[in-house]
């Protein structure tokens, strides 16, 4: 497979971007290996600078729900572009998205867009602080919630990859009041509130783990969060930028029937462009300025485009079958690879739900940030690279989940499934 292209955009990037790369996982830094650069893709399939084509299971880190370059979605986008890029005013189309997103998320009367996850976790974090005049968040070791100073507490995805332990230029004041506990310990969790509730503002929460891997909630563990904030006072804040409209039509709420009080959003809402959420009970939002005193703001917010982009792909989304489609594929591709790799001898364990799936280079079962971090880094690399090798594009990092879309059919899932085999069949 050539790779000279993107050697040399690597080393010319190298010259201007830190480190080559706008987002440091992309850098293959953990794995190891020649970074490809995309030149162009369609439905479920990337295309690099050398002209290698690769079955893609990132999928944008989850954005893309219905395939590159879908045709709705591009006239959808072409029109609004036609009509100008950007107003810094209000438009219909920021409120056709709001009342889409309000009538299909249980816990989501009025909505806030915004231009990113990082934003609106962070927007979501102010407004439970300013609700309830208390200043500590509770979150969950391995959970990542973007790259506000106060969140980067043991956090997974990148930061996870980097074997960072936070990072610098995050000042100690900056997480003193970020409390980092083991997800799915629902009884440190009850510890902790016994002697501290008073002063806990709120719990955020990625529902289905998918920054350090994807780890499944356990069977009370959501319902006993919304118990403690409930008898405390205090908000439960569902991060939903990777789970929202790609576990479920309603998000993970709706698929595990616990309702927060704030939910995030991103990635599909944007159909591939840049937006956020946040979003939950009509009297936690109108706290939010102008109508009251916690304040946020952002030019590009409800950026046309990506307000197009994504009723665009609501719309699609919402078509009978759509969920059930993504369930059975990441269910046969994780089912798939778990027999390839117990035929091979290589301890693995794979989960799967919507249109989500992860794997682990462990016996399992994997519950939590501790867990992931026992699998096998050195099979992983190795396994990467023999997938990479035979045009399968996974996530370069063991603490993501990977990703489907309507676009995968049958043509996808067995040429991974067979380059899988050989994969395994190499490392094992």
């Keep these: 497979m050539r790779t000279s292209n993107s050697k040399r955009l690597m080393k010319r990037a190298r010259e201007v971007i830190p480190g080559g790369v706008n987002s440091p996982v992309r850098a293959f830094g953990y794995v190891g290996?020649?970074?490809?650069?995309?030149?162009?893709?369609?439905?479920?399939?990337l295309e690099d600078e050398d002209g290698n084509r690769y079955v893609d299971w990132v999928a944008s880190w989850g954005a893309i729900l219905v395939g590159h370059a879908h045709p709705i979605v591009l006239e959808a986008v072409r029109?609004?572009?036609?009509?100008?890029?950007?107003?810094?005013?209000?438009?219909?189309?920021?409120?056709?998205?709001?009342?889409?997103v309000v009538?299909?998320?249980?816990?989501?009367?009025?909505?806030?867009?915004?231009?990113?996850?990082?934003?609106?976790?962070?927007?979501?974090?102010?407004?439970?602080?300013?609700?309830?005049g208390r200043d500590r968040i509770v979150k969950f070791d391995g959970c990542y919630h973007g790259h506000p100073d106060h969140m980067l507490a043991a956090a997974g995805s990148g930061v996870a990859t980097l074997g960072i332990p936070g990072t610098d230029g995050v000042p100690r004041a900056a997480v003193a009041d970020t409390i980092v506990l083991p997800f799915n310990d629902l009884a440190r969790v009850e510890s902790l509130f016994a002697e501290?509730?008073?002063?806990?503002?709120?719990?955020?929460?990625?529902?289905?783990?998918?920054?350090?891997?994807?780890?499944?909630?356990?069977?009370?563990?959501?319902?006993?969060?919304?118990?403690?904030?409930?008898?405390h006072g205090s908000v439960l804040i569902f991060d939903e930028v990777i789970t929202g409209f790609r576990v479920a039509l309603g998000g993970a709420q709706a698929r595990f029937g616990v309702t927060p009080d704030l939910s995030t959003f991103g990635k599909v809402i944007g159909g591939g462009l840049p937006v956020g959420a946040y979003g939950g009970r009509r009297s936690l939002l109108q706290r939010m300025a102008p109508e009251g005193?916690?304040?946020?703001?952002?030019?590009?917010?409800?950026?046309?485009?990506?307000?197009?982009?994504?009723?665009?792909?609501?719309?699609?989304?919402?078509?009978?079958?759509?969920?059930?489609?993504?369930?059975?594929?990441?269910?046969?591709?994780?089912?798939?690879?778990?027999?390839?790799?117990?035929?091979?001898?290589?301890?693995?364990?794979?989960?799967?739900?919507?249109?989500?799936?992860?794997?682990?280079?462990?016996?399992?079962?994997?519950?939590?940030?501790?867990?992931?971090?026992k699998a096998d880094a050195t099979r992983f690399r190795a396994f990467f690279h023999a997938m990479l090798d035979q045009g399968i594009y996974l996530a370069p990092s063991p603490f993501e989940a990977g990703f489907v879309t309507t676009a995968h059919g049958d043509s996808e899932i067995d040429q991974t499934l067979e380059a899988a085999r050989r994969a395994f069949r190499k490392i094992g």
Aim: proline share 5%; with cysteine; glycine share 12%.
């Design 33 to 45: 290996g020649q970074a490809r650069f995309i030149r162009s893709a369609s439905g479920a399939r």
């Design 79 to 100: 029109a609004a572009a036609a009509r100008g890029t950007s107003f810094g005013a209000p438009t219909e189309a920021e409120i056709a998205l709001a009342e889409r």
């Design 103 to 132: 009538g299909l998320v249980p816990g989501v009367e009025m909505l806030r867009l915004v231009s990113s996850g990082t934003e609106a976790t962070m927007s979501a974090i102010r407004l439970a602080r300013g609700a309830t």
């Design 196 to 231: 501290r509730g008073a002063e806990i503002a709120g719990v955020i929460v990625e529902p289905v783990a998918a920054n350090m891997g994807m780890v499944l909630p356990a069977d009370d563990f959501l319902r006993g969060l919304r118990a403690l904030c409930d008898r």
């Design 293 to 373: 005193p916690v304040y946020q703001a952002g030019t590009l917010s409800g950026n046309p485009l990506a307000t197009a982009a994504g009723l665009a792909v609501l719309e699609l989304a919402s078509r009978p079958g759509i969920y059930e489609q993504l369930e059975a594929t990441a269910t046969r591709v994780a089912r798939g690879l778990e027999g390839l790799a117990r035929e091979a001898g290589v301890p693995f364990t794979a989960s799967a739900l919507g249109g989500l799936f992860g794997f682990f280079f462990h016996p399992g079962p994997v519950e939590n940030y501790a867990d992931a971090q």
